[in-house]
């Protein structure tokens, strides 16, 4: 047989064979500077393919090769030798296996790893490109511009946004921030700066059920599997019990734009979505109700859980004129307020002056420029949360919710 059906038949390359030749592993004959190979080759070149199989080195193999052709294996002796070759190497592969399923281990925890890398990055929410042309400066509601941007995908991490009238708001990691918000942050009621689990800690279970009763009638009322394409605001997202409430159940098309006026807050809730992979059509902004860098008419739902209420303390005055202007003509309200009847509840001396923004029909006329399509009120509780610094003892809290649409 020529050298070219010998490399065929092994399914060998013939540099392969030339190889196998000069190193002495076969030993065709040569005729007529052409090389013959007989059945002795095939038989040496078949056990140079066995071995090979069983990850036998080339120098291994040589010895081998050696040890076959200088005893041609007749006694029991050369056998037992011969096998040693075998039994070694069945350790060194056995060992082999460990190294190998300890890699493959190590493959797989650097695959998770990136994997849950990838998972975060793709979760990171910033302000969609497209959401861009709605950011507006609250004092003068003109389009802001847009500097020194950072720009991953479709969404904007980092960059300025300023107006003509001096007005400058920060995009930090994707939230944007009021640039004044550093006063008004300090000025927000201490209670809200806590996580949910120092909130819990301090607040009686009691009164957290009550309020939930306003919130989940506000809930269904809201219809969150029909939503589409809306833009809904809330005011005062906090910790984000309302938000995530929301936003897991609504369809991508829709927008949820979280607002606060705590920055430590907002940044708490936008990283357990992140981690949850949840909120990827949220907007995140730090600023004070009364300054969010938006264009007015350009929201469908407003929801003031609480919002309202909390922020009077600060404030003094109620919202909805800072609220009515970002909704469209006909959009909705959603909100849920603390009310006190005089005659069964008590403000602490320091806190009087607040009184008449927990008047049930001070909070109604103060909407005259919504049509109330709907309210409820939930009885009341004297587990007084939130208000233990500012009622006394026994005070009777009532809820009201309502669904009110623009005039
Ligand atoms: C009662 S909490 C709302 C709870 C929230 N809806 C939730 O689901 O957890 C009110 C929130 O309004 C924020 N806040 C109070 N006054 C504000 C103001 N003037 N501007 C913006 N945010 C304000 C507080 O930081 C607080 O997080």
Redesign the pocket.
């Known amino acids: 047989m020529k050298i070219g059906e010998f490399a065929r038949k092994f399914d060998a390359r013939i540099d392969t064979i030339r190889y196998y030749i000069d190193n002495g592993m076969i030993l065709p004959e040569k005729l007529h500077s052409q090389y013959r190979f007989d059945d002795k080759c095939v038989e040496d070149m078949t056990l140079i393919k066995e071995l090979k199989q069983m990850r036998f080195k080339i120098t291994e193999i040589k010895k081998i090769l050696s040890f076959k052709r200088l005893t041609n294996l007749i006694d029991k002796t050369n056998l037992e030798y011969y096998a040693q070759f075998f039994n070694e190497k069945k350790e060194d592969l056995i060992e082999e296996k460990k190294e190998i399923e300890k890699a493959i281990k190590a493959v797989d925890e650097k695959i998770t790893e990136i994997e849950t890398v990838k998972k975060t990055l793709k979760t990171k929410i910033g302000i969609p490109l497209q959401f861009f042309n709605l950011l507006y400066c609250p004092r003068c509601q003109k389009n802001l511009k847009l500097y020194n941007a950072i720009v991953d995908g479709n969404s904007i991490y980092n960059g300025e946004l300023h107006c003509d009238c001096g007005y400058l708001a920060l995009i930090q990691d994707g939230i944007i921030i009021d640039h004044n918000i550093g006063e008004?942050y300090k000025?927000?009621?201490e209670v809200?700066?806590y996580s949910p689990e120092a909130y819990l800690e301090q607040t009686d279970t009691l009164f957290i059920s009550f309020t939930q009763k306003s919130?989940q009638w506000v809930i269904k009322r809201l219809d969150l599997e029909s939503l589409n394409n809306q833009i809904i605001m809330?005011?005062?997202?906090?910790?984000?019990?309302?938000?995530t409430n929301v936003i897991k159940e609504i369809a991508k098309s829709n927008y949820f734009i979280a607002?606060?006026?705590?920055l430590e807050?907002l940044k708490r809730t936008k990283s357990l979505m992140e981690k949850n992979g949840i909120g990827q059509n949220s907007i995140f902004i730090a600023?004070?109700?009364?300054e969010i860098p938006l264009k007015w008419g350009s929201v469908d739902i407003v929801?003031d859980?609480?919002?309202t209420?909390?922020?009077v303390f600060?404030?003094e005055e109620f919202l909805f004129e800072h609220i009515k202007p970002y909704l469209k003509q006909a959009g909705t309200l959603f909100g849920t307020y603390i009310y006190l009847k005089p005659s069964s509840s008590q403000f602490k001396p320091n806190f009087r002056k607040y009184r008449k923004y927990f008047m049930l029909e001070a909070i109604k006329t103060s909407l005259n420029d919504f049509e109330i399509e709907d309210a409820s009120t939930f009885g009341f509780t004297t587990s007084r949360g939130?208000l233990i610094n500012v009622l006394g003892e026994g005070s009777k809290i009532h809820q009201w919710a309502c669904q009110a649409k623009k005039l």
């Open positions: 008004s000025k927000v009621m809200n700066k919130f809330e005011i005062g997202t906090g910790n984000g019990m309302v938000m607002t606060d006026n705590s807050q600023s004070n109700y009364n929801l859980i609480f919002g209420t909390n922020q600060h404030q939130d």
